[in-house]
Nanobody, 124 residues
Framework: QLRLVESGGGLVQPGGSLLLSCAST????????IGWFRQVPGREREGISS???????VYSDSVVGRFTISRNDEKNAVYLQMNNIQPADAGIYYC??????????????????WGQGTQVTVSS
């Protein structure tokens, strides 16, 4: 079981950037697909981006061209570079993991191991 810890959230102005990190304090992330999800009050958890163990990536249409997901298996971490952040990007961002590629994608149900989340607040 992965133990995932997110960091890097905070307050950002519209148009600004943040780098979110997802680190595993337990098993290695290698061979796991890792996804980033966003949740806002009153709405279902939404898939933002995911990266497979082999490096395949997928993005929500709402973030294409602005967010970039990457992984560094030597550092046991996955990152989400968020550029040109907009108010609609605000929420709690969670990373989640699943073994292999079967659950790879933007559906929360495909992932078994979840972090505690990091808050992203967008305000001028």
């Amino acid at each position: 079981q992965l133990r995932l810890v997110e960091s890097g959230g905070g307050l950002v102005q519209p148009g600004g950037s943040l780098l979110l990190s997802c680190a595993s304090t337990g098993y290695a992330l290698k061979f796991h697909s890792i996804g980033w999800f966003r949740q806002v009050p009153g709405r279902e958890r939404e898939g933002i981006s995911s990266i497979s163990g082999g490096g395949r990536t997928v993005y929500s249409d709402s973030v294409v061209g602005r967010f970039t997901i990457s992984r560094n298996d030597e550092k046991n971490a996955v990152y989400l570079q968020m550029n040109n952040i907009q108010p609609a990007d605000a929420g709690i961002y969670y990373c989640a993991g699943t073994w292999g590629d079967l659950g790879f994608g933007l559906m929360p149900s495909g992932y078994q191991d979840w972090g505690q989340g990091t808050q992203v607040t967008v305000s001028s």
